[in-house]
């Protein structure tokens, strides 16, 4: 959720199911991971440290990629995180574990909760977007991805930052994900035929031309 009437449908939600904000996450300080809502109270918020390091120098940046009808009250929440390289979310909840990686920008995490057997990925592992490497290029990407294999493959559900959940023992499921950031990793240049480019918006069209511009 990045606009502000999804982040009311998710306090309604809470309201309605009378569930309590305990933590907060932000797996990557892209502006679109970075938000808050006065409705989900005062729970803590972390990120890695060098997610958490850039978003606060980075706030008014992170603001103005929402666009000029960015509500000012929500402003000052965008990006204020603290840092944290434990290998757990510090919380009273139950144990969710913190992958690290810099695949798709430096400070990455994913989330495994593991009663439930729930990998949050981030920006990595989409039904709709291909893999978007940073400064690390294709190679960082893989390392990335190798990091989070085995998680991969314990995920009873997998959800990440945009698209849909995948659910194991379905046809899209999350080693299914892999097997598929994998196979256009090897080659971006012969990725044509990847379900994700088919009708892409311009940016991600865009970004293919860089992923095929790493291995050049």
Do not use: K
Not at 173 to 202: F, K
């Amino acid at each position: 959720a990045w606009e502000p009437d999804e982040l009311v449908g998710i306090a309604d939600w809470l309201d309605r199911n009378g569930m309590v904000v305990g933590a907060g996450w932000a797996t990557h300080a892209h502006y679109d991971h970075v938000l808050w809502h006065p409705r989900f109270g005062a729970a803590p918020r972390w990120a890695t440290t060098a997610a958490a390091t850039y978003a606060s120098g980075h706030c008014a940046s992170l603001v103005a990629g929402l666009g000029p009808d960015w509500p000012r009250d929500l402003a000052p929440l965008v990006g204020a995180v603290t840092g944290w390289d434990g290998d757990e979310v510090p919380w009273d909840g139950p144990l969710v574990r913190v992958v690290r990686h810099s695949a798709h920008c430096p400070g990455h995490s994913a989330l495994w909760v593991e009663r439930a057997e729930v990998l949050i990925a981030g920006d990595m592992l989409s039904d709709i977007e291909i893999p978007l490497p940073d400064s690390e290029g294709i190679s960082g990407y893989l390392r990335g991805l190798r990091l989070l294999e085995p998680w991969v493959r314990r995920a009873r559900v997998l959800v990440p930052g945009h698209g849909r959940v995948a659910v194991r023992g379905e046809a899209d499921s999350p080693e299914s994900r892999l097997a598929l950031d994998l196979a256009y990793l090897s080659d971006p240049a012969r990725a044509t035929g990847d379900p994700r480019l088919r009708n892409a918006p311009e940016w991600l069209l865009d970004q293919h031309e860089r992923n095929t511009s790493w291995i050049r």
